[in-house]
Each structure stands twice: as structure tokens, then as C-alpha cells.
Nanobody
């Protein structure tokens, strides 16, 4: 059974940093792109970032470009999201996801979702 488990969320002041982790189990995803999404209260889930399986191509939403960095450790079957210069508008539940293509990740149609981790940024 595939599981994606996020961790690293919490409460941080504006301008601070957090590092999210998403550990996958049940199968190896070294040949799959992985990504992060977020959902703020009252809003739809939105794409944040993705990383390809082997070439380490990365793609970011404009709202986080230059502040967030996605990375992965295939040996640990884990994807990370380093979030710097956090702002109150970054407050959301953050979800990791895995798909069989970057296109499917980009359009929000992955094969697997994590359960989410809360990130709250105070002003």
C-alpha cells in the first residue's frame, strides 16, 4: 500500500523558514516526478512546485518562485520543500503528490496524495 507522509509543518513568523518533508512508502518513486500543492482556507488546492524523476528539472508557481526550493533524495524515497521568506499568504495545508508525468502533476492530477501538513505564518 502506497503512503505519502508529510512532516515539518508548523507555526512560523513572517519572514521565517520551514522545511517540509514527504516520505513515500509502499513502492519506489525514483522514476516518478514528485510535487507539492497547498490549500488555503476557503480556496481551491493549488500547485506549488514539482521536481522530475532523474533530471532534477524543477518548476514553481510564480507565487513561490525565488522563495521555495524543491529537492528530492531518491535513496530515501523522499521529497522536500524548503520554504524561505514565508508570508501570511503562504498559510495553507501543504500536500505532496506523485504522478507518472510532470504534466499530470502540473495540472493537479497525480496518482497519489499525502494527507497534508499545516503551515501557518503569522504577521
Amino acid at each position: 500500500q502506497v503512503q505519502l507522509v508529510e512532516s515539518g509543518g508548523g507555526l512560523v513568523q513572517a519572514g521565517g523558514s520551514l522545511r517540509l518533508s514527504c516520505a513515500a512508502s509502499g513502492r519506489t518513486f525514483s522514476t516518478n516526478p514528485m510535487g507539492w500543492f497547498r490549500q488555503a482556507p476557503g480556496k481551491e488546492r493549488e500547485f506549488v512546485a514539482l521536481i522530475s524523476e532523474s533530471t532534477y528539472y524543477t518548476y514553481y508557481a510564480d507565487s513561490v518562485k525565488g522563495r521555495f526550493t524543491i529537492s528530492r533524495d531518491n535513496a530515501k524515497n523522499t521529497v522536500y520543500l524548503q520554504m524561505n521568506s514565508l508570508q501570511p499568504e503562504d498559510t495553507a495545508v501543504y500536500y505532496c503528490a506523485v504522478a507518472d508525468s510532470t504534466v499530470r502533476l502540473r495540472v493537479g492530477s497525480p496518482d497519489y496524495w499525502g494527507q497534508g501538513t499545516q503551515v501557518t505564518v503569522s504577521s
